[in-house]
């Protein structure tokens, strides 16, 4: 990809990650605009930061550059989520020392730690809290990584595709049946979205990209909206709901699509287009400081 098709994606990922944090401030707004704003925000937002991860990374082309590249994002990814889960440990241990009472509070952390899933799971007669935030970092990781993996051992792009929608389709059967440690049904699930980006930075967006927007809109907005209305759901990731499957996945492709050829038809507006990328280039700090803000 050339130069001004990245920056589109840090563009994007800026919306993205705004998007993010709007989804999680809006209660004030009231429960009935909540879920609404919260449904559209959340219809593509996760997809789209694993989409656009597929769209900036090359796959391994041998065994050791694919350990090398796994070691790698384990340090950007694993690491950082382990810091501010430690961090967050010490905010709550340091006031609360002398009533903790540790064999318990210890063996739920290690749960926690072992599920890291974004929302309470619930195993049979105890409930394990949320991993919160982080889980996205976990489940990048390990999504990123096994679709590297199948990359490098299968060629054919016909097989990467199937072998993605096998897994996708397999994530969402075993999240509605008992999700799994470090999230791997949702890092199953998302398989057809690193697909969709491995091949998204193929395709040059720039290239009747109005007509692209419009379409992807119009995709976007009818199918949440009947998602939303006949079944009053919408999809989130960390909670495992996918509403007419495969319905809310061409719902997230699409408003995905929608997003990005927008920032490329701003791509003229120095202004907004600037501060955007800016916002994307620091996307991840900022997802870890949104991951810490709840506690003030």
């Keep these: 990809m050339n130069n001004k098709r990245v920056l589109w994606i840090e563009c994007a ?20 605009y909540d879920k609404m704003i919260r449904g559209i925000i959340f219809s593509f937002h996760m997809p789209l930061f694993f989409i ?5 990374v090359r796959t391994s082309r041998n065994e050791a550059e694919f350990l090398k590249k796994a070691e790698r994002s384990f340090q950007h990814l694993i690491l950082p989520a382990l810091y501010i889960y430690v961090l967050r440990l010490l905010i709550y241990i340091i006031p609360n020392i002398k009533s903790i009472e540790w064999d318990k509070f210890l063996a739920e952390k290690i749960n926690i730690l072992v ?11 105890i409930t ?12 990048l990781f390990f999504a990123r990584t096994l679709f590297d ?13 199937l072998m993605c929608v096998f897994c996708t389709i397999i994530g969402v059967v075993i999240s509605s049946i008992q999700w799994l440690p470090f999230s791997l049904d949702i890092v199953l699930a998302i398989m057809v979205f690193l697909c969709f980006g491995f091949f998204l930075k193929k395709y040059d967006v720039r290239k009747n990209n109005i007509l692209l927007a419009c379409i ?22 960390s909670a495992r709901r996918y509403p007419i ?8 492709i699409a408003g995905t699509m929608f997003v990005i050829c927008f920032c490329s038809l701003i791509s003229d507006y120095e202004i907004i287009n600037a501060t955007l990328n800016y916002i994307g280039k620091n996307s991840l700090y900022l997802f870890c400081v949104h991951a810490m803000d709840y506690l003030y």
């Design 149 to 161: 993996y199948i990359c490098l051992k299968t060629k054919t792009t016909t097989i990467i595709v």
């Design 216 to 237: 992807a809109f119009i995709i976007w907005v009818t199918s949440f909206l009947f998602t939303y209305f006949k079944y009053n759901d919408y999809m989130e990731l």
């Design 128 to 139: 394990i809290p949320a991993f919160g935030m982080m889980w996205f970092f976990v489940v």
């Design 52 to 56: 656009l991860s597929a769209a900036v």
């Design 13 to 32: 990922k800026g919306i993205g990650i705004l998007s993010f944090i709007l989804g999680h401030t809006v209660l004030s707004i009231g429960p009935d």
């Design 245 to 252: 499957f495969p319905i809310c996945y061409i719902t997230a």
């Design 115 to 125: 599920y890291s899933s974004g929302s309470p799971v619930n195993m049979s007669d």
